[in-house]
């Protein structure tokens, strides 16, 4: 009896310390599998970070457990990688790709040319005006192959040119690059990519171009790039979608436009924000204006995690009908370090991720498991 007893305790210590280790990574039971395992070898499952995430232990673990992918937020791009010319500062970088290469993980640089984050001397001279374009392309050149030569066999694909389409224009936003080079500095950041890095991925990256209003200039410049004999291997499509935007049907109609140029496709930075917005909201609003579009500092109330739920569920349910659809990224790793905290106003409390700001999976985790296991079988 006492034998019975003592194996009996053990063994509930045994799933007691299971349970609790569960817990800990986030996990949402013993028996839900992660992100990257219910995505297989099916597609990549990444995340976006920091580097000084990676100091924290528990973190680390939750993220190495979850993704089998890595971009990183800001250390590639061109202000972290060289703000002063000829200094380069890979150091950042450098540690999200150990952190990468120590757990098998793939590898996505973010971003090569890019009219935010991007030193000011790239195409401008001391006075805000223009370089003269042979400058600029010169030192686009040298900050492309310096970069991409630095991680050569390292890094698997590098988005080269990030959001470089017009939102409201009728073409090509009118940038700095744009500016200094002309409406080519596209297709010769491509030609400086691949002169670096044959054998890495080259993608085009931007939001909102799976909609109606912009997606005609994103096949038009994809179009344009392939007849100027310039290596495309995918275009990135964002994924920054609302709660309340029932666009599904849109957002489909976009991927088989992408899919039917024989690209690859990746869904890139995805969140779905559950908080209001207002037309026009920025990130400079007065604390009078910030007024309801706060709502959920203590958590998301059951219906609307189950209405976030629905629409992960729904979204993937369309990125799993498409096998072009070779990564599906989350801009962030949990609603804690989200951007849309800040975004379009500073300082409100958002949940658009999968797990909550204590690694624990939320409905919306189970629906895109569900989601992936489902698409699985039936195949």
């Known amino acids: ?16 310390s299971a349970t609790v280790l569960a817990a800990e990574k986030g996990t949402a039971s013993a028996t839900m599998p992660t992100l990257r395992q219910a995505a297989g070898n099916r597609m990549l499952m990444g995340a976006s970070l920091m580097s000084h995430e990676l100091d924290d232990a528990r973190r680390a673990a939750f993220i190495a ?23 380069f500062t890979f150091e950042r970088a450098d540690k999200i790709v150990a952190f990468a290469e120590a757990h098998g993980m793939t590898m996505i640089g973010h971003t090569l040319c890019w009219h935010n984050q991007a030193p000011a001397w790239l195409f401008m001279d001391e006075n805000k005006k223009p370089l003269p374009r042979e400058v600029a392309l010169e030192n686009l050149r040298n900050h492309i192959h310096t970069v991409m030569e630095h991680y050569k066999g390292r890094v698997k694909g590098w988005d080269v040119v990030n959001e470089g389409l017009d939102d409201s224009g009728p073409y090509l936003r009118d940038t700095p690059a744009r500016k200094a080079i002309g409406d080519d500095f596209i297709i010769k950041a491509f030609q400086f990519a691949r002169e670096a890095d044959p054998d890495a991925e080259l993608y085009y990256n931007d939001y909102n171009i799976e909609a109606n209003y912009k997606r005609p200039k994103a096949l038009r410049l994809l179009k344009e790039l392939k007849d100027a004999g310039v290596k495309v291997d995918g275009v990135g499509i964002q994924g920054h979608w609302l709660i309340d935007n029932g666009n599904i049907k849109e957002i489909d109609e976009g991927i088989k436009a992408f899919a039917d140029l024989g690209l690859k496709v990746m869904i890139t930075e995805v969140d779905v924000d559950p908080l209001p917005r207002r037309q026009g909201a920025g990130a400079d609003l007065s604390a009078t204006q910030r007024e309801g579009l706060d709502p959920y500092k203590a958590g998301l109330p059951d219906d609307v995690q189950q209405k976030l739920a629905e629409r992960y569920r729904a979204l993937f349910q369309v990125i799993m009908k498409y096998p072009q659809i070779q990564r599906v990224t989350f801009w962030g790793v949990d609603d804690g370090s989200s951007w849309l905290n800040d975004f379009p106003v500073r300082g409100r409390t958002n949940h658009p991720l999968l797990w909550d700001r204590n690694f624990q999976p939320k409905p919306a985790f189970r629906a895109v498991i569900e989601t992936l296991q489902q698409s699985s079988v039936a195949k």
């Open 1 to 16: 009896m006492m034998k019975r007893v003592c194996l009996a305790a053990v063994l509930f210590v045994v799933v007691l």
């Open 65 to 87: 457990e979850q993704f089998n992918c890595l971009t990183p937020g800001n250390e590639m791009k061109p202000d972290a990688l060289q703000n002063v010319k000829g200094k």
